[in-house]
């Protein structure tokens, strides 16, 4: 490109078609340069940062328009079906780091920076460039980033569900709102609220939302789940054992090498610290940071495990009363529906369109179970890595921030009722009801399904404590 650039140098008239040429150089080249830019902010290893994730990783359509909606993938089994009412359970947006992990964080940085010898030109810019921004008082508190999250999800759900999230109804008192109590819920909460009034320039009304623990933070009432499982390390042993194991250990050694550290400076919480550090940077500030070039794809994905080892034992099918303790949302729930039906069938108006609850991860994993999806047919443990690399268990792809977990039911005509479950914007089948309309079985089929649950699962007799009848 520069000797035929020159070649056009000497004759005169040249001179301007060499000047447009250059001008398309510089032009290719910016254009190239903001493509490659955008590709490199993304750590080649985001799609295992586990509950960390960003939702447009999960949804990569969102990343070229935040706002962009495919109402087509709802498919209803015929065109007489509309929307009656719709349940959306979502986890608080994008946060800060706990002050747990902060401590971590920090740690290690103080390690790097006193004892780190190296040239890799990453390990440079740790050592000279980054700062550790983060402070304690942050503490798992919703971010910028994650006040988006909410805002967008608002509206794509607007735009999803236009005759369920609408200005009428929102006026007529018929969208719920209900959250936990924690900071990033409730800031969630008003995100949520916010995208809306402000979508339609609603300011003569204030929109309330109700604080609920019992139903958002089931997990820290349930007794039993926080004795048996929660404060009890032995619930969790396969999660010690894997930390422990030869997987884990080299991704350990592994990084005390890039790092040019002795080997025994990162224990397994600390290199846990380097994998946040890696994912915060990126889901909090959109950048590729220096701390993601410690671990390649197969480390990150020990650690993907390992997350997800915890998860599988605390809040999913590791133990039976993880998902037990979600009864009380379960039936929450499904009464709403059910009066929902109920109203529909008698030609009321249904007084509940719209139920919007906000709450946590540890909410939407325990409810998830209970219903069984993502259920693999071998339990994961804390030996079988190798064959579990095709789980459906995986919080990478069903927990990012902003998860949404939809339940939509719909008056198909004759009186039809069916019930679509959708997880992050994405149609789910209901577990065992595969032979039904694709993603939209009869509500009653549903409910048959669930009958069991529907006539059990009771939170107080589930989360209490009793002793062996033996020793009574
Ligand atoms: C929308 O979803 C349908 C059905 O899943 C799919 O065939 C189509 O390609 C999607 N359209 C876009 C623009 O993604
Ligand atoms: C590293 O150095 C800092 C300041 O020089 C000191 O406060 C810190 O304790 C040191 N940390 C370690 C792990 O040696
Ligand atoms: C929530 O919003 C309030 C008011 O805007 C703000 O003062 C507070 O710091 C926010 N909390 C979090 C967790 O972001
Ligand atoms: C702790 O967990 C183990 C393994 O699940 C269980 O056998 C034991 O009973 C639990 N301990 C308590 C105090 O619940």
């Known amino acids: 490109m520069l000797l035929l650039f020159e070649t056009f140098q000497s004759p005169n008239g040249c001179i301007m078609l060499s000047f447009l040429l250059y001008c398309f150089i510089i032009l290719c080249c910016v254009h190239h340069h903001v493509t490659l830019k955008d590709e490199e902010a993304i750590p080649l290893i985001s799609k295992y940062f586990n509950t960390k994730r960003r939702y447009e990783e999960v949804n990569p359509y969102v990343r070229q328009d935040i706002l962009a909606v495919n109402r087509s993938i709802l498919q209803p089994p015929s065109s007489q079906c509309r929307e009656i009412h719709l349940t959306a359970i979502i986890r608080h947006g994008t946060r800060y780091p706990t002050a747990k992990n902060i401590k971590e964080m920090q740690q290690l940085h103080n390690i790097v920076l006193n004892n780190s010898i190296g040239e890799h030109s990453w390990l440079r810019e740790i050592l000279t460039q980054w700062t550790m921004w983060y402070i304690e008082d942050m503490d798992g508190r919703l971010v910028q980033k994650g006040v988006e999250d909410l805002k967008h999800l608002a509206i794509r759900l607007t735009r999803l569900f236009p005759s369920m999230i609408s200005e009428e109804k929102l006026r007529g008192g018929l969208i719920r709102f209900i959250t936990s109590s924690k900071d990033r819920c409730v800031n969630s909460t008003l995100s949520f609220k916010a995208a809306l009034t402000e979508m339609w320039a609603i300011r003569d009304v204030e929109f309330g939302h109700e604080v609920n623990d019992a139903l958002m933070r089931f997990f820290e009432q349930c007794t039993r789940f926080v004795q048996e499982v929660d404060k009890n390390q032995s619930a969790v042993i396969d999660v010690q054992k894997f930390k422990q194991g030869p997987e884990m250990m080299r991704v350990q050694e592994k990084i005390a090498e890039h790092l040019g550290v002795p080997s025994s400076f990162i224990t397994y919480d600390l290199a846990e610290a380097a994998f946040f550090l890696c994912t915060y940077e990126f889901a909090v500030k959109a950048i590729n ?184």
């Open 289 to 472: 940071s220096p701390w993601c070039q410690l671990f390649d794809e197969d480390d990150a994905k020990i650690i993907e495990y390992a997350s997800d080892l915890r998860e599988f034992w605390k809040r999913g099918y590791g133990h039976d009363i993880n998902s037990k303790s979600s009864c009380i949302l379960f039936h929450d729930l499904f009464s709403r529906l059910d009066k929902a039906a109920n109203e529909n069938k008698l030609r009321q108006q249904v007084s509940e369109a719209v139920t919007v609850q906000i709450g946590h991860a540890d909410t939407l994993l325990p409810l998830l179970t209970l219903l069984g999806f993502f259920k693999d047919t071998v339990p994961l443990t804390s030996t079988n890595y190798a064959s579990q690399t095709q789980r459906s268990f995986r919080t990478s792809h069903m927990m990012p921030y902003a998860a949404n977990f939809l339940l939509v039911l719909y008056d198909c005509g004759e009186g039809v009722i069916r019930l679509q479950p959708l997880l992050n914007e994405k149609p789910l089948t209901f577990p065992g009801l595969t032979d039904q309309q694709v993603s939209m079985p009869l509500y009653e089929d549903v409910r048959k399904h669930y009958r069991d649950l529907l006539n059990g699962c009771d939170f107080e007799t589930e989360c209490q404590l009793f002793n062996n009848p033996a020793e009574v």
